[in-house]
C-alpha cells in the first residue's frame, strides 16, 4: 500500500495520495473482512452452534442467543481492525494507529493459545460425550431405571445423571490441560489441587454409594417380606375389625409396619455410608441416636402395645357398654332436655357419643402410660394436663345439661298451676337456672372462674335493681295492685279447702269402745 501511495505521489499531491491509499486499504479491507466472516458464519451454521447453544440452555431452538452471528460480527471487526490501523498509518495518524495496533497484536499473540486450548476443549466434549453415551446406553440396555423404578416405587431416572457426571468429570480432568495451554499458571495450581481432592474423595464416595445402594436394596426387600407377611396373616382385617383402619388415610397397618422396618433399617445404612465419606461431623449424633433408638426399642414397642391392645379392649367394652345405654333408654336424652326430638346427635346416638367420649379419655390414660414406659416426662405431663382439662370440660357440659332438664322441670310445673302470669314466671325461672347452670358449667371447666364468676353477678344483680326500681318508683301502683292481686288468689283458695277435722273432737260415727 505504500508503494501504491508512492507512486501516486509522483503524479498528485502526497496528501491527496495518502487519503486515495487509505480509503483503498479501508475499501480492501471490509471486502476481505466481509468474506472471512461470511466463510466463518457458514462453518459454524453447519455446526449448528445456536441449536447446540440452546439446547445447553434448556430453551427452544430460535429462544436462545445467537452465537453464531456474534462469531461472525467479532471476526469482522477484528480483520478490518488491521486495514483501520492501516489507513491510520498512512494518513499520518501515528499515535492513534499504535494505541489501536497494541491491544490487536496482544490479541493476535493469544490466538495461538486459544487455538490450543480450543482443540483441547473440543477433545474434551468429543471425549465426555462419548462416554456419557456409553453410559446412558449401558444403563439403558440393563434397564436399570426400570428395575429401580419397579423395587422403589418411584419413576425417577439414574442413567441420565450418571451420563451427565461422566461428561462434566471428563471436563474435569482436561480442565488442567486447558489452564496450561492458556498460561494461566495462577489458575492452574488450585485446579490441580481441586482435582486430586476430588479424586481421592471419588473412592470414598463410590464405597458409600454401593453401601447406600445395597443397603437400601435389603431395606426394600425386608420391607415387602414385613408388609406380605403382615397382610397374609389378617393383620389388615383385624384392624378393620376393631376400627383402627379408618384412622389411617387409606394406608394399610401391614404397609406401615413394613415402612417402620424399612426406616429402622436404613438408618445404620445411612450411617455407614458416611463413615465410609469419613464424615465424622454427621456420623457421630446419627451413631449415638441409632444407638438410643435400638437400646429403647423394647419401651417403644412396649409403648405401642399398651396402644394397641388398650384401644381393641376398650372398644370392645364400650361398644357392650352402648348397647346397655341404649337399653336403658340414653339415647331418649335430648327429647327429655328439650333439645331436640330426634334420638341422634349428628350421626351418632348419645350412646356412641358417650362410649366415644370415654375412649378419648381410656386412650388418653393409655397414652400417659405408654409415655412413662418410654420415658418421655414432658409427654407424660403434656397428656395428663389434657387429660384433666377434658375431664373438667366433661363435668361442665353435664352440669348445664342437668341445669337444662332442670329449668324444662321448673316451667313445666309453673305452667301447670294456676298462679297469674304463669308463662313470665315460668320464663325468668327457667333463664335464671339454665344461667345458673351455665355458670356453674363454665366455672367447672375452669374457663376464666373469675370473669364468670363476676359476669353473673353483675347480670343477676342488675335484674334485681332493675325489678326493685321499676317496682319502687315507677310502678308503685301497679306492683301493690298485683300484690294484692296474688293475696287475694291466695285467700281465695285457703277458703275454698276443707277444714281438716280437729283431733279434740268426737265423731258420731266412731265406734263406741
Known amino acids: 500500500m505504500e508503494n501504491i501511495v508512492s507512486t501516486l505521489s ?31 458464519s457458514g462453518i459454524l451454521k453447519r455446526v449448528q452452534l445456536d441449536k447446540r447453544v440452546a439446547g445447553a440452555q434448556d430453551v427452544k431452538e430460535g429462544a436462545g442467543y445467537p452465537v453464531e452471528r456474534w462469531i461472525g460480527t467479532a471476526v469482522f471487526w477484528f480483520i478490518f481492525l488491521f486495514f483501520v490501523v492501516g489507513a491510520l498509518a498512512l494518513l499520518g495518524f501515528t499515535r492513534v494507529s499504535e494505541a489501536i495496533s497494541a491491544p490487536l497484536q496482544t490479541i493476535v499473540s493469544w490466538l495461538p493459545l486459544l487455538f490450543a486450548a480450543g482443540i483441547l476443549a473440543l477433545i474434551a466434549h468429543i471425549v465426555g460425550t462419548v462416554l456419557r453415551r456409553l453410559v446412558v446406553g449401558l444403563l439403558q440396555r440393563r434397564q436399570v431405571d426400570e428395575k429401580l423404578a419397579s423395587s422403589a416405587g418411584t419413576r425417577s431416572s439414574i442413567a441420565t445423571p450418571l451420563g451427565d457426571a461422566v461428561y462434566y468429570l471428563v471436563w474435569l480432568l482436561f480442565l488442567p490441560a486447558i489452564l496450561g495451554a492458556l498460561g494461566m499458571e495462577s489458575l492452574l495450581v488450585p485446579v490441580v489441587n481441586l482435582i486430586n481432592e476430588l479424586l481421592g474423595f471419588v473412592p470414598l ?22 408388609t406380605g407377611f403382615l397382610a397374609s396373616v389378617g393383620v389388615d382385617s383385624f384392624a378393620e375389625r ?105 350421626t351418632r346416638t348419645v350412646a356412641q357419643w358417650i362410649c366415644e367420649v370415654l375412649l378419648v379419655i381410656v386412650m388418653l390414660l393409655a397414652a400417659v402410660q405408654a409415655a412413662q414406659v418410654v420415658g418421655w416426662t414432658a409427654v407424660t405431663v403434656a397428656i395428663g394436663g389434657l387429660g384433666t382439662q377434658f375431664v373438667q370440660i366433661i363435668f361442665g357440659l353435664i352440669i348445664i345439661a342437668v341445669g337444662v332438664y332442670l329449668a324444662n322441670l321448673a316451667a313445666q310445673f309453673i305452667n301447670g298451676t294456676t298462679v297469674p302470669n ?29 370473669i364468670v364468676v363476676l359476669a353473673f353477678g353483675l347480670f343477676f344483680g342488675a335484674i334485681a335493681i332493675a325489678v326493685a326500681l321499676a317496682f319502687g318508683l315507677g310502678g308503685r301502683e301497679t306492683a301493690g295492685k298485683y300484690w294484692q292481686e296474688w293475696s287475694d288468689g291466695i285467700r281465695k283458695q285457703s277458703a275454698e279447702k276443707p277444714a281438716l277435722p280437729s283431733a279434740s273432737s268426737g265423731s258420731t260415727d266412731a265406734p263406741k269402745m
Open 422 to 450: 304463669k308463662s313470665l314466671l315460668a320464663l325468668v325461672a327457667r333463664v335464671a337456672i339454665i344461667g345458673f347452670a351455665g355458670a356453674m358449667g363454665l366455672t367447672a371447666m375452669g374457663f376464666a372462674t373469675q
Open 205 to 226: 464416595l463410590v464405597s458409600a454409594g454401593i453401601i447406600l445402594l445395597v443397603g437400601w436394596f435389603v431395606a426394600r426387600i425386608v420391607q415387602r417380606i414385613v
Open 242 to 346: 376393631v376400627g383402627i383402619a379408618k384412622y389411617m388415610g387409606g394406608m394399610t397397618v401391614s404397609y406401615l409396619l413394613g415402612l417402620i422396618v424399612f426406616i429402622v433399617i436404613l438408618i445404620p445404612i445411612i450411617t455407614a455410608s458416611l463413615d465410609a465419606l469419613g464424615l465424622q461431623s454427621l456420623t457421630a449424633p446419627l451413631t449415638a441416636m441409632m444407638t438410643e433408638v435400638i437400646s429403647n426399642l423394647p419401651n417403644y414397642v412396649m409403648a405401642v402395645a399398651i396402644l394397641i391392645v388398650t384401644y381393641v379392649v376398650a372398644r370392645w367394652i364400650l361398644g357392650i357398654l352402648a348397647e346397655i345405654l341404649t337399653g336403658l333408654g340414653v339415647n331418649s336424652i335430648p327429647r327429655v332436655l328439650g333439645l331436640s326430638d330426634r334420638p341422634t346427635i349428628g
Open 10 to 40: 509522483q503524479y498528485i499531491s502526497p496528501a491527496l495520495a495518502s487519503i486515495i491509499g487509505a480509503a483503498l486499504a479501508l475499501l480492501v479491507g471490509w471486502i476481505i473482512a466481509y468474506i472471512v466472516s461470511r466463510v466463518v
